[in-house]
């Protein structure tokens, strides 16, 4: 008898821990389950905010075509012969006279007036000498 009762504790604390034991997997079963229907359900929002988005997105692509384009047209204005020689002479690079003729008078002055300034001494009035010079035009 003392044998028997023996093996029918072991039996029963065998038993109550297999029970604990799958009490546990339905637990975490149901933990899992949660989780997995709370993630389902974000993905589900998450899918209807990225509809949404690709909406406004289409919207603002449409609103972005109708709006006509405005294309500004640069004009670039070389000087004239006369007007640089008056704008280096106003700057104190030129003595020679006014006659609108590009000379060796005239070319020496544009390459004192480019190495002063720090630019290319080629001699040759290009738009960033004529962007320092223009200044002097109009001093007269």
């Not at 993630?39 to 589900?44: E, P």
């Not at 630019?119 to 002097?136: F, H, P, Q």
Request: charged letters at 25%.
């Amino acid at each position: 008898m003392k044998k028997s009762a023996f093996f029918l504790f072991i039996l029963a604390l065998l038993m109550s821990g297999c029970v604990t034991l799958d009490n546990k997997k339905e637990e975490q079963l149901a933990a899992q389950s949660e989780q997995m229907a709370s993630l389902q359900a974000r993905i589900k929002e998450m899918e209807a905010e990225n509809i949404a988005l690709k909406d406004k997105i289409g919207a603002i692509e449409k609103e972005l075509t109708a709006v006509p384009k405005i294309e500004k047209e640069v004009v670039i204005k070389m000087p004239t012969a006369a007007e640089i020689q008056q704008a280096l002479k106003n700057a104190n690079f030129y003595t020679g006279p006014i006659d609108g003729q590009i000379g060796t008078a005239t070319k020496e002055a544009i390459k004192k007036f480019q190495e002063a300034n720090g630019l290319n001494a080629d001699g040759v009035m290009g738009s960033r000498t004529w962007d320092k010079l223009v200044k002097y035009l109009n001093l007269s």
